[in-house]
């Protein structure tokens, strides 16, 4: 057995099998590069799903966490840390926003925002208690809690998990006209994804998102964006909403915000929101707004910030998706993005096999739902190490 077949068969044993992961064991990382335990060298174009939009282990992000690991680690929120503060500053600096609130997980920074939308709507619009409508699209993916799943549309996510959270209507996505529709006297919030990442890099017609802007502002519903994985310099912006000029009224976070050391998450939104829903005690996670998290996240800003990565992310998505619709081959059915973040979608179900080829030619990346593969290496990749990578990739699809 090789070194990867132990890992594997050990991970086989005592893991629940919860994911489907490619059949190589990483145990190194540098940059935009991973070394797999038999040391052989990738270049990563998944970014651990846009969480490492920095690179691995930049040395700023590192020093940041060691230089707090030496003095805070922890306090919980019974006591204050110095870090907080300074970082929400930043922060709010950063997104124009009056408040943040920080959590860990993705998940935790959605479920954050449709707590504070339902009190929002029952404490200031009046809504009958327990009635709170929010609307999601269909083929969103917001994480995996019981509330979160209870919204999702795809049957893996949900099958044998119910009871289900009540409280959610499920409209197309790229639809203004179903969101206009949808909305009734009890809805409070519409939760969308500016670009749909895990169903395969769904991008919206152009507008969409600013027609939803004048849709919630309208009916006077909150706009919530969830930009888990299209925030931070992702898309080619430093939020993906910022193509369009949107200002949602809550943002969602995570991901990238912790430089893939680490996982922060949180919600940024103005006061009429922040204060009407959040008093002490009613929220809250033992590590959100840690110390050692804000230090990693205020480092991981800066990267993003001083590196102008949103800007390099665009310049390169568009070099990237030019040379990938010039690959010849009859079954690839479309390429679109936005910035680094790419999906190639074929005619059938052959995603999987073709990252299996790509990643035994030393490129990482990952199929979602079978027939598209998403490409989202980290923002600091060259123009010539892109080029590299669409020399591999361009010879194993064609
Ligand atoms: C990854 C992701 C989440 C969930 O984040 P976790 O940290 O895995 O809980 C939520 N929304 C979007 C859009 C995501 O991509």
Known sequence: MTKTEQFISEV??????????????????????VTDVEGKKYLDMLSA??????????PKIIKAMIDQAERLTLTSRAFHNDKMGPFLSKLTRLTGYDKGLL???GAEAVETAIKAARRWGY??????????????CDGNFHGRTTTIVSFSTDPTCRTGFGPFTPGFKIIPYDDPAALE???????IAFLVEPIQGEAGVKVPSEGYLKKCREITKERGILLICDEIQTGFGRTGRMFCSDWENVRPDIICMGKAMGGGVYPVSGIVADNFIMEAAFSPGNHGSTFGGNPMACAIASASI???????????????????????????NPNIKEVRGKGLLTGLEFKTNCAHDYSLKLMKNGVLAKDTHGTTIRFAPPLVITKKELADALETITRELA
Request: hydrophobic share 35%.
């Open 123 to 136: 404490n200031e619009k009046g809504i009958p208690e327990n009635q709170a409508k929010i609307i999601v």
């Open 49 to 58: 799903y846009s969480a490492v939009n920095q690179g691995h282990r930049h």
């Open 302 to 328: 800066d990267v993003i910030v001083d590196e102008h990565l949103p800007e390099r992310a665009m310049e390169l998505g568009e070099y990237f998706r030019k040379e990938l619709r010039k690959i010849d």
């Open 12 to 33: 086989d044993r005592v893991s629940a099998h919860n994911y489907h992961p490619l059949p190589i064991v990483i145990s190194k990382a540098d940059g935009i590069w």
């Open 103 to 105: 959590m860990n997980t």
């Open 181 to 187: 529709n949808a909305i009734d006297a009890n809805t």
